[in-house]
């Protein structure tokens, strides 16, 4: 009986509805979530290749940033062109094992991301409270293993939901009433009891989110002590400069994942093409924003985008 179960679930696919709510619109809808796409990839890629080419930029800060960019382009890489097939094609279809790749990659690499951010803050509160020893202190090497940290974190911590539901029966019905696979969603198609994995995706949602945000909201606190014991106002004004771009990234990446994590679990009242349109921007505008906050805020980045431009212009 458990292998007849297992055979008809990895048999199963699921139906992808993209936007309810907005069916006769969702092929013109497509075209503004195609060019956010588009600026997305260009953009983490544009900034992975300065990073690379430029030795300068070899620093801590620079190579958390091309974590930060290889991280986006597999959020957005995930979800983006399964969403504007479904949009503009009607491929509502996933097969069952895409399904459940699709849920790893978006949850998995989600809580990369977040600590990277995690990563990152921790940085900028070297950099500013222990700037002569900053480079003593994070060394390409210990770079290095926080990123393996935070990227091992997030394939463990999310691996385990991914195996419980792989051996659960699906009902009948395959809709799912979004534009991808996410873990709540599929989870609700299990004919079973599916307390222990809600019990699980709570507690790794929260186990990442809290201590995340608790290392950021620590450094920023030390960081903020330190910059108003510095004597000039040329020199806070610098620092917060410094710190400015990395406070939007963690907005644009924590206010809508935070939405649309409450939503799923408790926004009953909620109307659905709203969760919708914010698990959307969840998962594309942090990638989109990203390089350009960097691009915009970072002169060593900026001052290399022109670079490449005028270069080639003549």
């Given at each position: 009986?458990?292998?007849s179960?297992?055979?008809?679930s990895?048999?199963?696919f699921f139906?992808?509805l993209g936007?309810?709510?907005?069916e006769?619109y969702?092929?013109?809808v497509?075209?503004?979530f195609?060019v956010?796409?588009?600026?997305a990839?260009?953009?983490?890629?544009?900034?992975l290749?300065?990073?690379r080419?430029?030795?300068?930029?070899?620093?801590?800060?620079?190579?958390?940033l091309a974590?930060?960019?290889t991280?986006?382009l597999?959020?957005?890489?995930?979800?983006q062109p399964?969403?504007?097939?479904?949009?503009w094609?009607?491929?509502?279809?996933?097969e069952y094992?895409?399904?459940?790749?699709q849920?790893?990659?978006?949850?998995?690499?989600?809580?990369?991301?977040?600590?990277?951010?995690?990563?990152m803050a921790?940085d900028?509160?070297?950099a500013i409270?222990?700037?002569?020893?900053?480079?003593?202190i994070?060394t390409?090497?210990v770079?290095?293993k926080?990123g393996?940290?935070?990227?091992?974190?997030?394939?463990?911590?999310?691996?385990?939901?991914c195996?419980?539901v792989s051996?659960?029966?699906f009902?009948?019905?395959?809709v799912?009433?979004?534009?991808?696979?996410?873990?709540?969603?599929v989870?609700?198609?299990?004919?079973?009891?599916?307390?222990?994995?809600?019990?699980?995706?709570?507690?790794?949602a929260?186990?990442?989110?809290?201590f995340?945000?608790a290392?950021?909201?620590?450094?920023?606190?030390?960081?903020?002590?330190?910059?108003?014991r510095l004597?000039?106002?040329?020199?806070?004004?610098?620092?917060?400069?410094?710190?400015?771009?990395?406070?939007?990234?963690?907005?644009?990446?924590?206010?809508?994942?935070?939405?649309?994590?409450?939503?799923?679990r408790f926004?009953h009242?909620?109307?659905?093409i709203?969760?919708?349109?914010?698990a959307?921007?969840?998962l594309?505008?942090?990638?989109?924003?990203?390089?350009?906050?960097?691009?915009?805020?970072?002169?060593?980045i900026?001052?290399?985008?022109?670079q490449?431009?005028?270069?080639?212009g003549?």
């Open positions: 009986m458990l292998a179960r297992n055979n008809s990895h048999s199963t139906i992808l936007i309810p709510g907005l006769n969702q092929f013109w497509a075209f503004p195609c956010m796409y588009i600026v990839v260009t953009g983490n890629i544009t900034i290749h300065i990073i080419i430029d030795h300068t930029l070899h620093e801590p800060m620079y190579l958390f974590m930060l960019a991280t986006d597999v959020l957005s890489s995930s979800t399964k969403m504007l097939a479904i949009l094609f009607h491929d509502h279809k996933i094992h895409a399904c459940l790749i849920v790893f990659f978006i949850h998995a690499f989600s809580s990369v991301e977040s600590g990277v951010l995690m990563d921790l900028r509160y070297v409270c222990f700037p002569l020893r900053h480079s003593s994070l390409t090497s770079v290095i926080l393996v940290a935070v990227m091992v974190r997030g394939l463990l911590w999310v691996s385990p939901f195996f419980m051996r659960m029966p009902c009948p019905n395959k799912i009433p979004q534009s991808y696979c996410e873990h709540m969603a989870l609700k198609l299990v004919c079973a009891d599916t307390r222990v994995n809600r019990g699980y995706g709570l507690f790794v929260f186990s990442v989110a809290v995340d945000l290392v950021i909201s620590v450094s920023y606190a030390m960081i903020l002590r330190a910059v108003l004597p000039s106002g040329e020199a806070r004004l610098k620092a917060f400069g410094t710190c400015a771009s990395h406070i939007g990234v963690i907005l644009t990446l924590y206010i809508p994942a935070l939405f649309t994590f409450l939503t799923h926004g009242h909620v109307p659905r709203v969760h919708i349109m914010f959307n921007v969840y594309l505008v942090p990638p989109m924003l990203n390089p350009i906050i960097y691009g915009v805020r970072t002169k060593q900026r001052d290399r985008v022109t490449a431009f005028c270069g080639k003549s």
